[in-house]
Antibody, heavy 124, light 106 residues
Framework: QVQLQESGPGPVKPSQTLSLTCTVS??????????WSWIRQPAGKGLEWIGR???????KYNPSLKSRATISLDTSKNQFSLNLNSVTAADTALYYC????????????????WGQGTLVTVSS | IQLTQSPSFLSASVGDRVTISCRAS??????LAWYQQEPGKAPKILIS???TLQSGVPSRFSGSGSGTEFTLTISSLQPEDFATYFC?????????FGPGTKVDLK
C-alpha cells in the first residue's frame, strides 16, 4: 500500500524559497506511470494543483505559478520535492503531495493517494 | 476550464438523499472526478469518469452527467458522509478543482 509523507521547514519569510519533500513508501517512485504531484489548499478554500513529475523525471507545472515552482525526483531516497521561490502571503496553505494516475483516456491524472498535508505559513 | 459547484453549503440529516452539482465552463465529456474531504484530512477519490465508483467506495455514492453538467448523489446520508465534496476536471491541464460543497448536519 502506497503511503506519502510531506516534510518541510514550516514558516517561510516573504521573498524566500519554500522547500518541501515527499517521502514515498510502498512503491518505487521510478516504476510504473505515476504522476507525483503537489497540491495546495489555503485555509478554508479549494484545491490548486501546483505541478507533477513523472517516474522518468519529466516535470509539468501549473501556469498560474508563473514559473516559480520546481519539482524534482530523488530515486535513491524514494522522494520527490517542491521548491517555490519568491513566496508571498498568498502562498500560505496546506501543501499535499499525492500520487496521480491516468484512467481511461483522461487528459489529466486523478489522485488516488495523498499525504496528510503540511502547513506552510509565509510571514515576516 | 473553470468549475462551479452548487450549493456551496448544504444542511442535511442522516438518511437524506443529497445531490451536489458541478458545472464546467466548457465541454469536458466525462472527464470528471469527485473527491470527499473530511475535516482535517486529505481528499479521497470517490468517482472518476463522471460515474465510475472507485474501489471500496460505498454504493450509496453515484455520479452522473457529461459535457458541462455533472451531479454527485448520496442516496442515504450516513454520519461519516458529513464532509466537503470537490469535483475536478480530468480533461486537460491544469486539472482544476471546483470550490467545494460542504455537507453539514442539520
Amino acid at each position: 500500500q502506497v503511503q506519502l509523507q510531506e516534510s518541510g521547514p514550516g514558516p517561510v519569510k516573504p521573498s524566500q524559497t519554500l522547500s518541501l519533500t515527499c517521502t514515498v513508501s510502498g512503491v518505487s517512485v521510478s516504476s510504473g506511470n505515476p504522476y507525483w504531484s503537489w497540491i495546495r489548499q489555503p485555509a478554508g478554500k479549494g484545491l490548486e494543483w501546483i505541478g507533477r513529475i513523472n517516474s522518468d523525471g519529466t516535470p509539468k507545472y501549473n501556469p498560474s505559478l508563473k514559473s516559480r515552482a520546481t519539482i524534482s525526483l530523488d530515486t535513491s531516497k524514494n522522494q520527490f520535492s517542491l521548491n517555490l521561490n519568491s513566496v508571498t502571503a498568498a502562498d500560505t496553505a496546506l501543501y499535499y503531495c499525492a500520487r496521480g494516475r491516468i484512467e481511461y483516456n483522461h487528459g489529466f491524472p486523478l489522485f488516488d493517494s495523498w499525504g496528510q498535508g503540511t502547513l506552510v505559513t509565509v510571514s515576516s | 476550464i473553470q468549475l462551479t459547484q452548487s450549493p456551496s453549503f448544504l444542511s442535511a440529516s442522516v438518511g437524506d438523499r443529497v445531490t451536489i452539482s458541478c458545472r464546467a465552463s466548457q465541454d469536458i465529456s466525462s472527464h470528471l472526478a469527485w473527491y470527499q474531504q473530511e475535516p482535517g484530512k486529505a481528499p479521497k477519490i470517490l468517482i472518476s469518469a463522471a460515474s465510475t465508483l472507485q474501489s471500496g467506495v460505498p454504493s450509496r455514492f453515484s455520479g452522473s452527467g457529461s459535457g458541462t453538467e455533472f451531479t454527485l448523489t448520496i442516496s442515504s446520508l450516513q454520519p461519516e458522509d458529513f464532509a466537503t465534496y470537490f469535483c475536478q476536471q480530468l480533461n486537460s491541464y491544469p486539472g482544476t478543482f471546483g470550490p467545494g460543497t460542504k455537507v453539514d448536519l442539520k
